[in-house]
């Protein structure tokens, strides 16, 4: 079942070969060494507490999730994946890109202080 959100206030369609197409239709995920990953902290909207941030991930869901869960078994901490970014729970910038470097992902940078 599809989410409502994802119609984009579509109601009804008289076109009888009308189809909903998925925004985001699996993007190939691009080699390791070719994403420009970005790495920061940030304490907004998230009642005081710290989380780093990795963006710039290009690619399938699928791939995202498990960058994501290496990361974070990595850090020993909790986080998640969602719009193209993961996000981790403290202060963990060097330990994150440290393994990023280790795991072929060369282009990867701290980012913001």
Known sequence: M???KSLSGLVFSTDPDFKIEE???DLPTILPNQQKLKIWLETKHRGGKTAS???GFIGADLDLQSLS???KNTCGTGGTAKDGEIIIQGDHREKIL???LKNGYTQSKKAGG
Request: proline content about 0%; charged content about 25%; aromatic content about 6%.
């Open 2 to 4: 599809k989410k409502l």
């Open 23 to 25: 925004e985001n239709a």
């Open 53 to 55: 941030i990795i963006s």
């Open 69 to 71: 869960k290496s990361l």
């Open 98 to 100: 440290q393994w990023l």
